[in-house]
């Protein structure tokens, strides 16, 4: 391995649309203490990345590497790095710096990947699956015989969700934008779906539920789908909002209050406090996985040089599961 060899790299020198998204070479150098230097072999990419890319969400410093979760292999470790060692098959979930061929990294930012995942399958789950984990096992405990909406069931946490509610014993409501992609979540098993290109989703959910109320709603849409869902729920239930990817919905706080709704708006940090609880929730979803639970990982791959297109198609909803891109 050399340290002075020069390493693919995405950088935005300013924010903006995809086209701010800019193919080139950098040389990485030597892992300080406590860093190690890693080789991608596959990076996600998440809607946290169009929030960083486009301005929404702040960059310290410009020019910026974006990109959050990734999986590769260790090529060096810096001093004062005992638990890792060169040849690790390793992933991050929350990282900013994830789009490059070759990156330093602090060693407690990685988990080692089972022998039996490959990068592809790590670099697709690690984000998505921590988060689907923390809502139907934290933000709402889903108990048997519960009846959730999950909305934007065919994306990459939604899937998930999905699938895991499901299997946690809850009849599941998923929704997707279009209906295109109905038939892919009905094969994953989940109980109904509804197309919101072509159907009203409170006609539709009454029809399922026949006005009973559902016990939770999962929301990473925002605008386009939470005010109409919130009139869903039965009394004491619970709306969580994990995402506006539609932008920020109005909340009509009467209405909670009126009918003792909990609204949670969780984040992944707030249920990942420390090196304990990412061990023990990097567990479960790697054995959630490995049963069979998630169903197969087949995500849709770019090269890291069209990351433009591939932002341009996440953001028009061409995409559906998860999206990675190889070096």
């Given at each position: ?8 790299v ?21 892992p ?6 890693i ?23 410009l ?7 990734a ?101 599941v409501?998923?929704t997707?934008?279009?209906?295109s ?14 197309a ?13 539920i ?5 016990q939770a ?21 619970t ?36 090196r ?12 959630a ?22 932002h ?6 061409q995409?559906t ?7």
């Amino acid at each position: 391995m050399k340290i002075t060899e020069e390493t693919g790299v995405v950088q935005i020198k300013k924010q903006g649309p995809p086209s701010v998204l800019e193919y080139s070479k950098q040389i990485v150098g030597e892992p300080g203490n406590g860093e190690v230097l890693i080789r991608h072999k596959a990076i996600a990419l998440n809607f946290v990345d169009v929030l960083f890319r486009n301005g929404s969400f702040p960059v310290n410093q410009l020019p910026a590497i974006i990109g959050v979760e990734a999986a590769g292999v260790v090529e060096a470790v810096g001093e004062n790095v005992v638990h890792l060692k060169e040849g690790d098959r390793v992933v991050y979930f929350f990282s900013i710096g994830a789009y490059a061929e070759r990156r330093l990294i602090n060693a407690s930012d990685l988990i080692k990947i089972p022998d039996n995942i490959h990068f592809d399958e790590a670099a697709s789950l690690m984000a998505k699956g921590l988060t689907a984990r923390m809502l139907i096992k934290q933000a709402y405990a889903i108990k048997p015989g519960d009846v959730v909406i999950v909305h934007a069931a065919a994306g990459g946490v939604g899937s998930l969700v999905s699938r895991w509610a499901k299997a946690l014993g809850a009849q599941v409501i998923g929704t997707v934008g279009s209906s295109s992609k109905k038939e892919r979540v009905l094969q994953a098993g989940i109980d109904h779906v509804i197309a919101l290109d072509k159907e009203d989703l409170g006609v539709a959910v009454h029809a399922i539920i026949h006005g009973e109320g559902v016990q939770a709603v999962f929301d990473g849409v925002g605008k386009a789908t939470f005010e109409e869902s919130v009139k869903l729920i039965k009394i004491g239930g619970t709306a969580v909002l994990y995402g506006n990817a539609s932008g920020a919905p109005s909340i009509d706080q009467k209405l909670l209050t009126a009918n003792q709704i909990k609204l949670v708006r969780p984040a992944l940090g707030q249920y990942l406090p420390d090196r304990e609880s990412v061990d023990t929730a990097s567990a479960e979803l790697f054995e959630a996985f490995s049963t069979g639970i998630l169903g197969k990982i087949e995500p849709t791959i770019y090269h890291l040089s069209d990351v433009a297109k591939a932002h341009q198609d996440l953001e028009s909803s061409q995409t559906t599961g998860s999206v990675i891109f190889h070096p």
